[in-house]
């Protein structure tokens, strides 16, 4: 017979694995959200409804301000209140926000159901975060996070192509709804499971000034990571999200099938690359710098070749490489995340991961704002061909010239990131609680 107390181990990592389990299937709908729209339906939203690119741009814009301006409470309330707890309210609003955009009838309810699903959205990510530094450790953080990334990024890989499918089978508005509908189930389920795992969602704690302020102490140290993590992220996400298609249909030539299949590609690359960079810093003896300066400069070399191949009009396969070694860098996400919160002390792990978030995404969002001025700029050299509008050369090289001095500004910052060997470096001691 098994021991009781082995039993007993057995059934607690049984339910510890269950528990992250659900997180990601949420999870999974987050980066949907945020890989399809706009980007997978982008000339279906603007014939629609007859607006500007830079009106089907701000749909991504909402979902990045509202997602990293919460990223901070969020981080707060996941440090005092547990994951789960916070994971289920952000499932809430995100499945509600879900169901609410295809049945917009308006520009403005989209905005509002898209700052929904970004709000519900931005619950996500710190949720796991905490569950897992709480559960597993700093040993199997990164590895464990690098999976759970995974995970999102299946969800952000039937944003592309499998998504471009069925709008072409079924209309935007269908396809987008039948994606709410089956959020909605999976809310549902993970609400059923919570229940069972209620051993493991800690006690509210109470507030600790000494969190904030830390965090707050600890930004010069942790300044370059941030830096680096913004500049890589936007430019990652400016193409596989809301760009990357529409630049294909436009510049290239390629069919809305075709373009799909690219970011498709794309999203395989990122899922392969995040699974196994946690394995890889673990194999190098947990160190992040070297992982963090190589994924700067192929962000840069990306860039490079997306300028040259628009002002030498290339062919496909020189963007489908750019597409691609930007999808190689996903994987540093992990690392970015895991380099952050040895960076700052351990008992503000939610925290922390939710200032460097809360900068990633504002600063994603504000690029998406300019990249969608600079289209609408290039408005009256654009030409209609009713069911798109196809924007001129020049705007596209304009914003390619902006994000390669962004990545090459990133390269240089990313020399002074601090090494940190998988070990927290603020030092541990216990936080005073407010007035104390």
């Known amino acids: 017979m098994i021991p009781q107390t082995i039993r007993s181990r057995v059934c607690a990592k049984r339910r510890e694995l269950t528990a992250i389990a659900a997180m990601g299937a949420l999870y999974f709908f987050s980066y949907f959200y945020r890989v399809g729209v706009p980007g997978t339906v982008f000339d279906e939203i603007q014939t629609d409804l007859g607006v500007s690119a830079a009106a089907v741009t701000a749909l991504a814009a909402i979902y990045l301000y509202v997602y990293g301006g919460i990223q901070i409470g969020v981080g707060l309330a996941a440090d005092l209140w547990g994951g789960m707890k916070v994971l289920i309210f952000g499932g809430l609003l995100m499945s509600a926000g879900g169901v609410i955009f295809p049945l917009s009838g308006s520009l403005g309810w989209l ?3 898209r700052a929904m699903v970004g709000m519900g ?3 996500m990510y710190l949720s796991i975060v905490k569950e897992i530094d709480s559960l597993f450790g700093e040993e199997h953080f990164a590895p464990l996070l690098g999976v759970m990334i995974f995970v999102g990024y299946a969800g952000g890989l039937m944003g592309t192509y499998p998504l471009e499918r069925a709008v072409s089978a079924f209309g935007w508005r269908r396809a987008l709804l039948g994606a709410g509908v089956l959020c909605t189930a999976t809310l549902a389920m993970v609400a059923v499971l919570l229940p069972r795992l209620r051993h493991i969602v800690p006690e509210p704690r109470p507030l ?8 707050l102490a600890g930004l010069p140290r942790s300044s370059p990571v941030l830096f680096c993590g913004v500049a890589n992220w936007a430019v990652y996400f400016i193409i596989q999200t809301t760009l990357g298609k529409k630049f294909l249909q436009d510049f290239a030539g390629l069919s809305s099938r075709a373009a799909a299949g690219f970011t498709f590609l794309m999203m395989v690359v990122a899922m392969t690359s995040v699974f196994f960079s ?3 810093s673990r194999l190098m003896g947990n160190r992040r710098k070297p992982l963090l300066v190589v994924a700067a400069t192929v962000t840069l070399a990306a860039c490079v070749l997306l300028v040259w191949g628009v002002s030498t009009g290339a062919h496909g396969g020189v963007f489908l490489a750019a597409y691609l070694l930007l999808a190689a860098i996903c994987g ?3 690392i970015f995340c895991s380099s952050v919160k040895e960076l700052n002390a351990p008992e503000s792990v939610g925290l922390s991961v939710g200032v460097f978030n809360c900068a990633a995404y504002v600063g994603v969002a504000i690029v998406a704002n300019a990249a969608g001025l600079v289209l609408a700029a290039c ?5 209609d061909t009713g ?9 596209y090289e304009t914003i390619f010239w902006g994000l390669l001095v962004l990545a090459a500004l990133s390269v240089v910052v990313s020399l002074f990131i601090r090494e940190t060997h998988g070990r927290s470096v603020a030092g541990g001691e216990s936080l005073a609680p407010c007035g104390r």
């Open 111 to 113: 905005y509002a159901s």
């Open 121 to 123: 959205a931005g619950c």
């Open 208 to 215: 600790r000034c000494k969190m904030l302020t830390d965090v």
């Open 278 to 280: 946690g394995i890889v």
């Open 332 to 334: 540093s996400s992990a």
């Open 379 to 383: 408005r009256d050299r654009a030409r």
């Open 387 to 395: 069911t798109a509008i196809i924007y001129p050369a020049e705007a």
